[in-house]
Each structure stands twice: as structure tokens, then as C-alpha cells.
């Protein structure tokens, strides 16, 4: 993601409809916010964040996006554009829980379902 797309992305966000109602409103300076309409720099991190916090986002995305960047090395600018990639494409369920964790919650949903058995008067033999 481009700085001017970010620009784009809060302009959506918050309803304003130029660079300028960007800088005066949400208090960057107008350098900066030419800098990133013109893709010349990337927002330093601290600005990055108050974009997330604006688009309700998480702000390491922006940061990795950001390093991503800057990144000269091109092997290491290519494994950060993988991991955004799958970030993009993730399916967030529950699908990234840790098997523990499902059990636990599976567990939970069978404990506070309505009973069909009793068990008072059964003794379960388990296998360790």
C-alpha cells in the first residue's frame, strides 16, 4: 500500500475531501501529507498508528507496509510482501486457534450444553 492510497483510505474514512481538510483536521503537517500524496515518503510510525486508530485497523499492518518500503535488500522486501499477502488473504476464524484451545472451547460448548446422560451412576474407565 502507497502513502497515497492510505491518504485515499482516510479520506474515505473520515469524510474529507482533500489533502489539505487531511492536514488541517487531523493536525499533520503539510509537507508530510504532500510527501505521502506524492508517494516521496512513507508516515513515520507514530503516524501510522493514529492512521490505524482513524481506520480501525491494526497498525502493524501499516508498519509492515511501511518497512516493506524502505526495505533495500530485495530478498528481504519480497519475504515482507509475502507476509502481507497472506495477511490479506487470511481467513480469520477460528481456523488459527491453537488445537488446545479448541478443545478447551469444545469442552466448554459440551459442559454448558443440556444434558442427555447422566453420569452419576456410570464410572468412565479412561486409557492414559
Same mark, same amino acid.
Not at 502507497?2 to 492510497?5: H, K, V
Not at 487531511?22 to 487531523?26: A, E, G, R, V, Y
Not at 481467513?91 to 488446545?100: E, L, Q, R, V
Given at each position: 500500500m502507497?502513502?497515497?492510497?492510505l491518504l485515499d483510505l482516510l479520506k474515505a474514512a473520515t469524510g474529507l475531501t482533500t489533502d489539505y481538510q487531511?492536514?488541517?483536521?487531523?493536525g499533520f503537517s503539510q509537507t508530510g501529507v504532500s510527501n505521502w500524496r506524492t508517494d516521496r515518503s512513507y508516515p513515520k510510525n507514530d503516524v501510522l498508528i493514529k492512521f490505524a486508530e482513524i481506520l480501525d485497523m491494526n497498525a502493524?499492518?501499516?508498519m509492515l507496509y511501511s518497512l516493506a518500503r524502505r526495505e533495500k535488500n530485495e530478498? %528481504? !522486501?519480497?519475504?515482507?510482501n509475502l507476509l502481507l499477502d497472506a495477511i490479506a488473504n487470511a481467513?480469520?476464524?477460528?481456523?488459527?486457534? %491453537? !488445537?488446545?484451545e479448541k478443545e478447551a472451547f469444545e469442552l466448554e460448548k459440551i459442559s454448558s450444553a443440556p444434558a442427555k446422560y447422566s453420569l452419576e451412576n456410570h464410572t468412565l474407565n479412561m486409557m492414559w
Open positions: 502507497n502513502p497515497s492510497q487531511i492536514h488541517k483536521k487531523l502493524g499492518v501499516l530478498k %528481504a !522486501k519480497a519475504e515482507l481467513k480469520f476464524d477460528d481456523s488459527f486457534i %491453537a !488445537k488446545d
